[in-house]
């Protein structure tokens, strides 16, 4: 998750990556500069990798753990601190090492230390530019312009049904409305705040009780949410319009409609969510799909940055959606 | 017309409380009869051949058969009926609609614009003329049928069933397996309106005069003297030049594939 802080967050799976390889492909360039031909590219490559990747490590552990102390500090205090604690695991790392290591023992540590403290400032500078251009009232707007849109097809139709209703059944229409009600109170929100599983699994009931009410037999639901952690944290209106997709593109062009099925489980410190539905190609020639996985994408990358899938494919004249969140607890929230 | 004489209604909805709610208003209306219910275009289509409706209201979006391909199809016959499309919410048609002047209601639908479309069917305005027609047809996603008219009947063949699309003088002939149709429709115009869609890639054009659809193509053999239909459907025995021809699924004939064609055989 986005935290509010301006330190990068060390714990995060895409900033450790990205830390692998910017300071990998420095340390390659560094490489190229200082040696002339492919024997002694490769040469002082490795000389330059078995210095730097211990300490590298070494580093990302040590942040890992001192991650909620910086959190606290002021930004420039942490980077100071940052700045100046690397370059010193860097010394203790030389002085250690200084009788094994195939480096040039007249070498002074000067060039190592300087080495460290630049690769970090590059590092530190790149995260606070990336930081900048994701900054939260950024990443705020954007959420809120990705905020889902339900299909205006959807409620027009749906008071159409609730019309039809009211002479002879006012019962079920009095239900539907209140359904209608409490879909269009959480999709006209403010929805940048995560919510409980649980909270979006019941819009997503009150939203198919409605396109049951249109579409009746044709549409029928399957759930497989037994293994599901009711509290886990996700963006609002991720499965809603998943499933909004399944109905318009899978249900409504099959005269007989379908079966969809919702499958959420919990595996390994992640949340799976599967829906899938009935398609034929010969019956689709809408390319809306597309528009709202990118959507839905984005909203998730901008929560949960790398740490979070969205895959979709057609198997056995199926189309399936596969999303994979980080199991999110609303303590740590 | 005469003002108060019966005017038959045809709906067609694939949603059972869209219907529900159009019988309502007809309900309300005086001097209209329903003829019948149809839940996509192929059922509104079987429903108008024996009932005569003066007015169909079609739903634009329709599982089998949308409203607006049952709407070309449905010209075919002998009295064409005042046409009225229905939709939820359909920008993209709304916009054609509304600058061809063409019929269309919008759900929730209101009593008094239903009035209005019923009066002026009355009034025998509403007919689709070619202009609008021919407005309509890009909103058509793909075809699902071929329809013509037989003893003022419209008989639909499904896309599906298509063998091959042979060009004649004035005509396409359509070949399925168990007969030939012929409509009033040039090859280039069909295979242009097949480019824009899915269909573009269910059939293959293996000479100049011939769309073949894909799946009925068993086989390719190489032929001296030709024995198989060329143009115009007659025997070509002028040449002992040697020669491709498709062999088809359910039928003996066979399609000469034309030399430019011929690169489709060997890949």
Redesign the interface.
Known sequence: MRKSSRIPNFRNLGINLRLLIIVNVITTLAAIFLSSGLSGFLLSLTTLLAFVLPILISSMLLLYAAQPALNKLPYFAACGIILLVLPLITLLFLSQTSDLLILDATQSSVRPVLFTLLVTMIVLYYFNLQHRAYSPAMAEARLQALQARI???F???C???V???I??QPKRAETALEDMADLFRVLMADNRDLVPLAQEIALCRQYLALEK????ERLNMTWQIDNMPPEALIPPLVLQPLLENAVYHGI????KGGEIIINVKSIAKEIHILISNPYS???N??IGNKMALGNIKERLLLHFDLEARLTSAFKNNRYEVHIVIPHLKNTNA | MLNNSLLKIVIAD?????R??LK?LLSDIEHVALVGEA??GLEAITIANDAMPHLLLLDI?M??MDGIEAATHLQKLAVKPHIVFTT???NHALQAFELNAIDYL????HLERLQTAIDKARALQGILNAEQLEAIKPLL??RSHFSINERGRIILLPIDEVIYLRAELKYVTVRTSIREYLIEESLTTLENEFAQ??LGEQFIRLHRNCLVAKVYIIGYEKRTNSTSITEHGEHDSTSGESHWVALLKDIPDTIVISRRQQHLVRS
């Open positions: 299909r205006p097809h409620l027009f139709n008071i159409n049904a019309l039809s209703l002479r002879t009410l249109r579409l009746e409504e062009p099959l005269p190609i010969s019956h020639q809408h | 694939d949603e059972a409380p869209a529900n709610r309502d839940k996509n979006r599982p089998v939820a919410y359909d919008l759900k929730p639908i996603p793909a869609t899915s």
